[in-house]
């Protein structure tokens, strides 16, 4: 897999919402947005097995694509906030039977720092097939390098 794309398996487990697995979404959008932009494919395991979304919209209390969408875009807001929705594109396509949805990130015209889990902002990056963190010191140099108008 490439570095501008990123699999996730889904953003619910045991039918109710796992804040794990949307966590993990809302920082693979981040680090494409403070990098160079990606696909983010929500319905695909690590394995590139197709899973579906199926399972993370029935446990919503609007049971379509509409709600899963709502929910999406409230995990941004909640983790980024609502000023990086617009760099998303949100689809959805069928593939073996199965709803997956496909998020066309843009890289930010600022950096974007994801809510961490234990609620202190966090700066990562796309780094080879992976989102890595970057510490205060490298999250400034980067930061200058890759938005100079803004240092």
Avoid at 107 to 115: D, E, I, L, S, V
Wanted: with cysteine; hydrophobic share 35%.
């Amino acid at each position: 897999m490439s570095s501008s794309n990123r699999v996730c398996d889904g953003i619910t487990k045991k039918n109710c919402i796992n804040k794990e697995l949307t966590w993990e979404v809302v920082k693979d959008i981040s680090s494409f947005m403070n990098t160079e932009g990606g696909l983010v494919l929500i319905g695909v395991d690590d394995s590139g097995s197709v899973v579906g979304i199926e399972k993370d919209i029935e446990t919503l209390s609007k049971h379509d694509i509409d709600g899963f969408r709502l929910a999406l875009a409230q995990g941004i807001e909640n983790n980024l906030g609502v000023e990086f929705v617009r760099n998303i594109t949100v689809d959805f396509a069928q593939r073996e039977g199965r709803q997956l949805c496909i998020l066309r990130v843009q890289k930010g015209n600022k950096p974007a720092y994801t809510k961490g889990k234990t609620g202190n902002k966090e700066f990562y990056i796309r780094a080879d097939n992976s989102s890595r963190p970057l510490d205060m010191e490298a999250a400034i140099g980067y930061i200058r390098m890759q938005w100079p108008t803004l240092a």
